[in-house]
């Protein structure tokens, strides 16, 4: 295949930030020029966040309508993204009292490297429409929260420029493209930069039919990763977003599970697959070889009416028998969200849309604000259930529908 450069073509945007300000409609020339100020008038609100669903709110606020939808938005009528959180709710906790938990440890390791808590930041795209500095400020953020984030291939920041940023361990998004070229470049540009793992999300064949963005003709940025590899100057023939026509024109419907093999011959690192909703699947992931598995529905975005993660990660992790290590995607806006992962197997969860929304409400201080309002409630519920540390969190701390279903016969 070739690998001449191609120049990315330039496209204008609208204006990446604007803000509501006394009831000041986004989008003016008075809501444009107070939007230098926006930051410390939320910053000073008498009404500040005190969990993670409060961000939204503000996020909603300070972004043009384009780029929240975005970002909040979900695939066709969005049952499963108002799904992947409810299925948590319907998910109960079983404590236990008299256990000394006068110190709680929530450290863990994933692939052998420590983090603080169980909470990773999850691959999402374009930082940069929610404050300037873009993946820049969330990466900063994860390594302040020692933590892992996992960079996105359609990060607004370049690769190199995210490893830069701070001293900390990452991991990188790729996707597998109709040029196999390219994305064994960006694979290999991630490894030689420190990237720590490769996460490979195979829901994709196809980006999934995000009506928001089309009803919003969303512009998408120019992809960074891309930049000098590929044009992006897509023309829509028909009612689609820019972004669905660049992704179903570039992504790799062909991808089967015999390519994880090239991946493999590529890159040395570790390699994660993302999107796995069955045991079906689990167990044709790990007789493929890879070394972790991200039980995740793309944050509801691809194919509406697919599972909440939550509601099958026993079942992936029933199929994985141990043999990689089980991560959750999906719906977590609560420690004991959390909790009652870690109790139906996940060695830890990643969290996208809070992350988006405090770093657009609040810039990298809003981001790490939500891991540590994640993390300090997650230790509460670790405490109040009668678990000084993550691997006291077993099966019998938790009941789903399923067991309550042989009650009812």
Not at 30 to 43: D, R, W
Not at 167 to 185: E, H, M, P, T
Not at 254 to 264: A, H, P, T
Not at 281 to 310: C, M
Request: aromatic letters at 6%; glycine letters at 6%.
């Amino acid at each position: 295949m070739s690998t001449q450069p191609v120049n990315v073509a330039t496209q204008k945007l609208p204006d990446m930030r604007y803000e509501r300000h006394a009831g000041v409609p986004r989008q003016t020339d008075v809501s444009k020029a107070l939007a230098h100020a926006a930051h410390p008038v939320l910053g000073n609100s008498s009404s500040e966040p005190v969990n993670v669903n409060e961000f939204e709110e503000l996020a909603r606020l300070a972004l043009p309508n384009m780029y929240y939808d975005y970002y909040a938005g979900g695939a066709e009528d969005e049952h499963t993204l108002r799904e992947n959180m409810q299925a948590f709710h319907r998910i109960t906790i079983r404590p236990r009292v008299l256990v000394d938990v006068s110190q709680v440890d929530m450290s863990t390791t994933i692939l052998g490297y420590p983090i603080s808590a169980p909470i990773l930041v999850a691959p999402t795209a374009a930082h940069k429409l929610a404050i300037p500095e873009g993946e820049l400020a969330t990466a900063r953020a994860a390594a302040a929260a020692k933590t892992i984030m996992v960079l996105s291939y359609s990060s607004s920041c370049s690769i190199e420029e995210v490893a830069s940023s701070c001293n900390a361990v990452r991991f990188f998004q790729l996707y597998i493209f109709k040029r196999r070229d390219i994305s064994a470049l960006l694979a290999q540009r991630a490894e030689r930069h420190g990237y720590k793992a490769i996460v490979l999300t195979a829901d994709t064949p196809r980006l999934g039919r995000r009506e928001a963005d089309i009803k919003n003709k969303m512009i998408y940025p120019p992809e960074k990763n891309l930049e000098g590899l590929i044009s992006i100057n897509i023309q829509c023939v028909d009612q689609g977003s820019k972004l669905e026509t660049f992704a179903n024109q570039m992504m790799d419907a062909s991808l089967r599970w015999e390519d994880i093999r090239w991946l493999r011959s590529i890159t040395s690192l570790p390699i994660l697959i993302k999107g796995i909703l069955t045991h079906e699947d689990a167990t044709r992931a790990v007789e493929a070889g890879v070394d972790g598995i991200i039980v995740s529905n793309h944050g509801a975005r691809q194919l509406d009416f697919s599972p909440a993660p939550v509601s099958v990660l026993e079942e992936v992790v029933d199929a994985v028998k141990g043999k990689v290590p089980v991560l959750l995607d999906g719906g977590v806006r609560r420690g004991t969200d959390v909790f009652k992962a870690l109790a139906l197997g996940a060695q830890a969860v990643l969290i996208g849309r809070p992350v988006l929304f405090g770093l657009a409400a609040k810039g990298e201080g809003g981001v790490r604000t939500v891991l540590e309002m994640l993390k300090n409630e997650l230790e509460t519920s670790m405490a109040l259930a009668g678990c000084p540390c993550i691997k006291d969190i077993t099966r019998s701390h938790v009941r789903t529908e399923h067991d309550r279903l042989p009650s009812m016969l």
